[in-house]
């Protein structure tokens, strides 16, 4: 069983920008895929970033939604066990609950859909304000 908590969130200004925190359990961290979601009031939970091994599992490989590319960047502390999620220039429409997710399989997927992880946080609030 993984836990995951996320931490970071907050009131941030347009143009503003905040990091993200995902604490994980576990002694395989470094083996594990680690996503970011976030979920707007009335909308889907939508993928944002995914951090993971590559496929012969001597590097990690980080993938973003179109919508953030150049300004959010996903990164790992194996020593901690955390994934952060930094985001720049942030926009009112982001506000939202942000969740990370994790799959402690390894296996090869694109990692963009929600059924792929079987592990989330409780979320932690981002408010975009203009």
């Known amino acids: 069983q993984v836990q995951l908590v996320e931490s970071g969130g907050g009131l941030v200004q347009a143009g503003g920008s905040l990091r993200l925190s995902c604490a994980a359990s576990g002694r395989t961290f470094g083996t594990y895929t680690v996503g970011w979601f976030r979920q707007a009031p009335g909308k889907d939970r939508e993928f944002v970033a995914v951090h993971k091994r590559s496929g012969s599992g001597t590097y990690y490989v980080a993938s973003y939604a179109d919508s953030v590319k150049g300004r959010f960047t996903i990164s790992r502390d194996n020593g901690n066990n955390t994934v952060y999620l930094q985001m720049n220039s942030l926009k009112p429409e982001e506000t939202a609950v942000y969740y990370c997710?994790?799959?402690?399989?390894?296996?090869?997927?694109?990692?963009?859909?929600?059924?792929?992880?079987?592990?989330w946080g409780q979320g932690t609030q981002v408010t975009v304000s203009s």
């Open positions: 997710a994790a799959d402690d399989r390894v296996r090869a997927s694109v990692f963009i859909r929600t059924i792929e992880y079987p592990y």
